[in-house]
């Protein structure tokens, strides 16, 4: 490409050194190292001349903020002109931030919402940082039951679950944990059990204690599937969950496979499907299934006794 006139360098590099900053938070050899990968103009790196493109900002009505060695650009010519009740959406939608527990999207969605309220009024970016403020306090506080499961969840490291499987049951689990989700006014904690290959979710409501392990967690894991058979008309109206694929199929029945759902669940959804359901594989789980149908008819008949 062929290189301008000198004479239009300076406004190019106003324009470039501008759009660096619509784009994103930068230092002084931030921009002067993206400056030298520009062919088109001669890069100037003295202090006058970014005193003289700063200006030039300042008197079209940019504002540009400096933190440390960091320049921050604070508005837009452009502006996008909020209601009230989309400000309000944006707030929850800030506040919610907060409930993903994932450090990569949450750090996404905030670059996502810093570059959006340049083009805000000056208002509405108070509203936001405010909030961006106030959710960046609370995710910081490691002294609480959530902090502590997302340092678990960073650390990628073994723990051990004890925790109730049902009212009179306890049970102990060495197990990865993968997802922290906020449901319901409760927490559960989505974990991958090694020694089955199978994910499972607890609920914080049910868990008696938790304990973390010097051993580091393998970043490989296999999921076994469940191979499970619909017959009848179930078959014909089944809509496939999450992780789940037909094998095969015909005029009476499909074959699923599921690989990411908990196991005690997946048992409990297959039981409701009674005689037009029937598992496949792996054999464990057609033990687990007949044992969990014995207890059900147990309590039933003990429960017509008492």
Known sequence: MTKP????????????VLKILQNKDVSKNDIINELKNNNLFESVYTPEAFIKYFNTFELIGLVIEKEKN?????????????????????????RYIKKLHNKKIETAIKNLIYKFIKYTDTNTQEIVLK????????????NNTIGFLEKLLYDNQLVTITYYKNKFIQDNITVTIKEIIEKNNDIIIVCYDSSKSRNKKIYLSSIISI???????????????????LYGRLASLYKLKTSETVLDFSKDYITVSNTEEDKDILLRRLLKYGESCKIIKPQIMQKEFISLTNDILKNLQEEKIG
Do not use: H, W
Not at 77 to 91: A, F, G, H, R, T
Not at 211 to 229: D, G
């Open 5 to 16: 006139d000198k004479n239009f360098d300076t406004g190019l590099r106003i324009l470039e």
């Open 70 to 94: 960091v320049y921050k650009l604070k508005n837009s010519l452009l502006k996008v002109s909020l209601s009230k009740n989309e400000i309000d959406v944006l707030v929850d939608l800030v």
């Open 211 to 229: 304990k973390q392990s010097p051993q580091k967690a393998s970043n490989s894991q296999y999921l076994n599937s469940v191979v499970f058979r």
């Open 131 to 142: 909030t961006l403020q106030e959710i960046d306090c609370n995710m910081n506080g490691n």
